[in-house]
């Protein structure tokens, strides 16, 4: 393939004809003898040798770009954001560390290329890239699931589109790596690394970044090693819309502790010479930099955006004459080190190699099966999380743990308690378990869950964060991308929603991403669900909607103090040993509830189960569990709702109706042989279900039901489709005991089922 020169675009062009005007003008001149070793520039730190280099990573991804445009036109290729303009990013590439983690934009076709030639051996990153474009099996970081940028052995960690949204992560990564070296714990990367992030202009202003620069800035202060590089590549638009001229700057300079510099990204010396200056502060500051890069952008958003709709001729030339590529091809003219002509004879060279290695990958397999696809997603070894739920420390460390009681001999136990000791079993067993979140330090949680862990374990491993829910889960996704195994709290289910994304878009995605090259395991624990008594909407929201459908995530439900125990060790042995992320949804009303059928019963109470008796009690994700045998009536519930539903079968049994209650215990994966199973012995089927009848668990129920062929009776009583008023009115839209009861025995009658 080789495009003729009709076919060649406007930056194309404008490369050769600038080039070209250079060597008329230079015509007579002797070549230069110029130095390789020596510096590029007087004053810079960048040799002329390496200048070459990076100008061929430089050439190579424009020519990326191209082949990604033509590729597209064959049918063969699907993905077509490019570089082009950015390519000064070589220089931040040069200017890091292999081992330094680096998230970046998807304008980093050169970053990535000169950090792959860095690699011993050298990578070839232009085949990486081609792979992704096309969508190949073989791509190494993703397989075929996307086009990013990613590679464990270059460091680079994989995001997806959703602009900002991994800088959170970069967050928590460069939180947590001089954590995990100073709790003496393996991580992946040195622990005098630094974590570079790199986003557009318009992109500054997401919710995602403005709450990573916040919450760098406030570590900061506090005196606590932030070591983040943020780098702003700021070509002055998004898409079509204008970055105002001195925003990047002002926001970027603005930040107390986050130290600004500035380069002109056209300029590859500078940017390199400025990069190792801001990578010298965060490295032996341990402090945090915005590193604004004034780039352009050339050709459009994307292949198929037509920017001459809403950009005027002057400014495309304007960004045309700030073309990176042309920078680099004067400083090595300038320097003596090519002629123009050697500079157009490698601009060639660098398209017919990448356009012949476009040609060739062309035809490479793409995944062909929802299996294929579907296999990173969430791997699951059951066995080794059963073997590894049982993980425990020795007595005598434990005993120094928990003080003169071990738990076990603490008689039965609230739902909070038996949580509270499971952690402390966590925490002793496995030193990577790190708890954080608003309140859960000093406080002890709002419902005093995590009461006496900052004691026991010190603020290395169990700390308050600043209310920002966002950097809460980026601090998680960052810590368990860095070896540890980060236990982050939410105080109440209404305000995952406002980072939820940190979870669909980020955590979960990870795996798929990356075929599992990198991980980011955690359990997250949320106070969750109604019947508070108190609070209003916001402390008794119920919506579990938006987790049960993000793929690969599990999402445990605990209800009775025992359960919660064996399936929090559950989470934490997945989380370990299939990088699984998991919540854990913890209902508030039974936090402390002590009874079931009467005042003073203590039905709600149970034991602490003896490390002995763990492997027997092992909960896989995944299983329900019965409680009775009732022939009459199968009650599916979780929850709030299996203490609603376990007095209803009392009051029920009392009337000669016997009920069996299966306690769904998972919410994503669903029990559905369970489920069946459960449903198939009676025949008839209440579903009770506290959350939303629209969008609800329950909807997920019936639909096991129906996929499984279940031939029965169901029905099911559920919350309204209603937000939680205050006081008593809450009653009014939650699932009561008294629906309960009343759909069982309109079922059995064959009348009209309650709800
Ligand atoms: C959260 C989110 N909203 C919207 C988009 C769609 N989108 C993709 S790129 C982009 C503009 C980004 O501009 P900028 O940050 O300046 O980066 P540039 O493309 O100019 O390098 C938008 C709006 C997205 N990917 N993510
Ligand atoms: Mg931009």
Known sequence: MNPSAADRDLAERHFAETIDALRTAGQGRAPAKGQPEAPVRPGSALTGERCLELFAAQLGSRHLDLAARWLRAQGAGYYTIGSSGHEGNAGVAAALRLTDPALLHYRSGAFYLARAAQAVPPRDGVADVLLGIIGAAAEPIAGGRHKVFGHPDLSVIPQTSTIASHLPRSLGLAFALPRAARLGLPARWPADAL?????????????????????????????????????????????????????????????????????????????????????????????????????????????????????????????????????????????????????????????????????????????????????????????????????????YVRKEAFGRRLPEEAGPLTLAQSINSTLTDAMVARPGVCVFGEDVARKGGVYGVTRGLLARFGAGRVFDTLLDEQSILGLALGAGLAGLLPVPEIQYLAYLHNAADQLRGEAATLPFFSQGSFRNPMVVRIASYAYQGFGGHFHND?????????????????????????????????????????????????????????????????????????????????????????????????????????RAAGRLAAQGIGCRVVDLRWLAPLPAADILREANATGRVVIADETRRTGGVSEGVLTVLADGGFGGRVTRVTSEDSFVPLGDAATTVLLSQAAIEDAVRALLTGGPAAG
């Open 542 to 646: 119920s919506s579990v909607a938006a987790l049960r459908d993000i793929p690969g995530l599990i999402v445990a439900s605990p209800a009775r103090p025992e359960d919660a125990a064996a399936m929090l060790r559950t989470c934490l042995a997945a989380a370990e040993h299939d990088g699984s992320v998991c919540v854990f949804l913890e209902p508030i009303a039974l936090y402390h509830a002590r009874d079931l059928h009467a005042a003073g019963d203590g039905g709600w109470l149970a034991p602490y189960q003896p490390p002995e008796y763990w492997a027997a009690a092992h909960v896989p994700v995944g299983q329900a569990r019965t409680h009775g045998g009732g022939a009459d009536a199968t009650i599916i519930t979780f929850g709030n709702g299996l203490w609603l539903s376990l």
């Open 195 to 395: 974590v570079v992030a790199s986003l557009g202009d318009a992109s500054v202003n997401h919710s995602t970044a403005a709450g990573t620069l916040n919450a760098a800035a406030y570590c900061t202060y506090q005196r606590l090693p932030m070591p983040l590089l943020i780098v702003c590549e700021d070509n002055g638009i998004g898409i079509s819309v204008r970055t105002p001229a001195g925003w990047v700057a002002a926001a970027g300079s603005a930040r107390p502790g986050i130290r600004y510099f500035h380069a002109d990204g056209s300029d590859l010396a500078e940017v390199y010479d400025t990069t190792l200056a801001a990578a010298a502060w965060v490295r032996e500051r341990r402090s945090p930099a915005f590193l604004h890069l004034s780039t352009v952008r050339i050709g459009g958003h994307a292949g198929s955006d037509a920017e001459t709709g809403y950009r005027d001729q002057a400014e495309i030339k304007a960004d045309l004459a700030a073309d990176p590529l042309l920078g680099t091809a004067r400083l090595l003219i300038d320097a003596g080190l090519l002629t123009p002509d050697e500079v157009l004879a490698r601009y060639e060279e660098s398209r017919q190699q990448v356009l012949s290695m476009a040609d060739s990958v062309a035809p490479f397999p793409r995944l062909t099966s929802a299996a294929e696809v579907m296999a990173p997603l969430a791997p699951r070894t059951p066995d080794a999380v059963a073997a590894g739920a049982t993980a425990v420390a020795a007595d």
